[in-house]
């Protein structure tokens, strides 16, 4: 698997099938998404490209000073590569940044560097300012552009989605079993005070 810290030196990529988060956790509903965008590469011929982030957005825009992550940036890296996804370019996440509008940043990385023909998003799901850019608009503003936006279904856990947020509350309570079954692998069960240190 490439890795990537700098978006100006991404190689050419002949097409791409991109998706766009911060993949904390690597849990079951985030593999759906990367396994969907393995085969889609593998069926165009092209390269499997997961766009993430560093530092966590919401340790940069935030309100929660509680806020931890699942897992550090290595160990997603990891998970990510077990999945057999091509390439990761990791964009650094800021106060600049983190006003650019998911036109810009479809248009800037999405299109423009990485000559992608899919991107693919979970649900409910968004990018750029504000999260303004939700599957809906992204598809809208793609039309012309010969892009395609998929959507995939949310994955359940008994009667929750399997969501990085509903996995760091179960953290929280020490309800390991649970984790475990969100994450699809045994965590490494730490308390919340030990990630917020990591």
Not at 32 to 44: P, T
Not at 135 to 164: A, Q, T, W
Request: with cysteine.
């Amino acid at each position: 698997m490439l890795i990537i810290r700098d978006s100006d030196k991404i190689p050419m990529i002949k097409n791409s099938v991109v998706t766009v988060g911060s993949f904390d956790g690597v849990h079951l509903g985030h593999c759906k998404i990367l396994n969907f965008l393995k085969e889609e590469a593998i069926r165009i011929n092209g390269a499997s490209v997961v766009v993430t982030f560093d530092p966590h957005p919401r340790k940069i825009i935030g309100e929660n000073n509680n806020f931890f992550t699942i897992n550090t940036l290595n160990d997603n890296l990891k998970l990510i590569e077990t999945q057999g996804i091509d390439i990761v370019l990791i964009q650094t996440f800021d106060k600049k940044f983190s006003q650019k509008s998911f036109q810009e940043f479809v248009s800037e990385i999405i299109i423009g560097k990485l000559n992608a023909k899919t991107i693919v998003m979970g649900p409910n799901h968004a990018i750029g300012h504000n999260r303004e850019g939700n599957h809906n608009k992204i598809k809208e503003f793609c039309c012309d552009s010969g892009l395609n936006v998929v959507e995939i279904p949310e994955e359940m856990y008994r009667n929750s989605g399997v969501h990085s947020a509903n996995i760091r509350k179960l953290i929280e309570n020490e309800r390991w079993n649970e984790v475990d079954a969100m994450l699809g692998y045994n965590y490494k069960h730490k308390t919340k005070k030990e990630t917020l240190y990591e």
